[in-house]
């Protein structure tokens, strides 16, 4: 009995250390608007929470029906495809599993079952969702490019200093401060994030909080749910949650996605 314990508790690690490096060498995660055991696009906000809980684990993350990054558009296999499946069996409960495909349809991991005996429907399956994922979280993942992509850039980098050292031997130092230069220009070019101006005072209620401007005026309503640090925004189709450090406000009307920082103060 004691073999066989020791025998699971092995297989287990060897699986986790397989999904988490295969899971690493994939740069994107892309999720559908709307899950087969659902009617409707986002349905409880559930389409929404599972792009939320990836980002919060440093997965970029997109919906399958919004403009893709370039290097994905030309290379889908770049990212990984998730979908949420509903697990029969349980009275009064939902069950809810992830199910994290690569481009060609092939399983890379399975999480394990979430569940949740909630009375209320979308709480309750938020709170399965949010069960489910914590598996994955468990994973750590960080991006690292397979060891193909890496060997070409440190043969890159090996060339350029060569490159730099025999140019330097020949008095050419000139190069350097060029390269310094346009580095400086380069950083002085990027665009810098647009921040909101408006701070908003939070005040809390019992269903969760009124988000006051300066002259305290309820600008906004934000009800909790199931996951700590995501708030549903009372009359939209919209969600307010914690991206880092940044309180971020994402609205999803099935046309268009809208995405911008808020300035909150609890």
Same mark, same amino acid.
């Given at each position: 009995?004691?073999? *066989?314990?020791?025998?699971?508790?092995?297989?287990?690690?060897?699986?986790?250390?397989? !999904?988490?490096?295969?899971?690493?060498?994939?740069?994107?995660?892309? *999720?559908?608007?709307?899950?087969?055991?659902?009617?409707?696009?986002?349905?409880?906000?559930?389409?929404?929470?599972?792009?939320?809980?990836?980002?919060?684990?440093?997965?970029?993350?997109?919906?399958?029906?919004?403009?893709?990054?370039?290097?994905?558009?030309?290379?889908?296999?770049?990212?990984?495809? !998730?979908?949420?499946?509903?697990?029969?069996?349980?009275?009064?409960?939902?069950?809810?599993?992830?199910?994290?495909?690569?481009?060609?349809?092939?399983?890379?991991?399975?999480?394990?079952?979430?569940?949740?005996?909630?009375?209320?429907?979308?709480?309750?399956?938020?709170?399965?969702?949010?069960?489910?994922?914590?598996?994955?979280?468990?994973?750590?993942?960080?991006?690292?490019?397979?060891?193909?992509?890496?060997?070409?850039?440190?043969?890159?980098?090996?060339?350029?200093?060569?490159?730099?050292?025999?140019?330097?031997?020949?008095?050419?130092? +000139? *190069?350097?401060?060029?390269?310094?230069?346009?580095?400086?220009?380069?950083? +002085?070019?990027?665009?810098?994030?647009?921040?909101?101006?408006?701070?908003?005072?939070?005040?809390?209620?019992?269903?969760?909080?009124?988000?006051?401007? !300066?002259?305290?005026?309820?600008?906004?309503?934000?009800?909790?749910?199931?996951?700590?640090?995501?708030?549903?925004?009372?009359?939209?189709?919209?969600?307010?949650?914690?991206?880092?450090?940044?309180?971020?406000?994402?609205?999803?009307?099935?046309?268009?996605?809208?995405?911008?920082?808020?300035?909150?103060?609890?």
């Amino acid at each position: 009995m004691k073999r *066989i314990l020791i025998l699971s508790i092995l297989i287990t690690f060897v699986l986790e250390s397989k !999904a988490q490096t295969d899971i690493n060498n994939y740069k994107y995660v892309v *999720i559908p608007l709307q899950y087969e055991f659902l009617k409707g696009k986002d349905t409880y906000r559930l389409n929404t929470l599972t792009r939320v809980l990836f980002k919060r684990e440093g997965f970029d993350a997109y919906f399958n029906e919004e403009q893709l990054p370039e290097d994905l558009f030309n290379d889908r296999c770049l990212a990984l495809y !998730a979908d949420v499946k509903e697990v029969k069996g349980g009275f009064r409960k939902t069950k809810l599993e992830i199910v994290i495909k690569d481009c060609n349809g092939e399983l890379v991991l399975k999480s394990e079952v979430g569940q949740s005996g909630e009375n209320v429907h979308e709480k309750r399956h938020q709170e399965a969702l949010t069960e489910a994922f914590k598996s994955i979280k468990k994973l750590n993942y960080s991006y690292k490019p397979k060891e193909k992509e890496e060997n070409i850039v440190e043969n890159e980098t090996v060339e350029t200093v060569e490159e730099l050292d025999e140019l330097e031997k020949v008095g050419e130092v +000139e *190069i350097e401060k060029t390269v310094e230069a346009k580095e400086e220009t380069v950083k +002085e070019e990027e665009p810098k994030p647009v921040k909101n101006k408006n701070a908003l005072n939070a005040k809390s209620i019992p269903q969760g909080f009124h988000l006051l401007n !300066a002259d305290s005026k309820i600008i906004m309503t934000l009800y909790k749910t199931a996951a700590d640090d995501v708030f549903i925004v009372k009359g939209k189709d919209a969600i307010v949650f914690k991206s880092g450090i940044k309180w971020m406000y994402s609205q999803n009307d099935g046309a268009s996605t809208v995405l911008k920082e808020l300035d909150i103060k609890f």
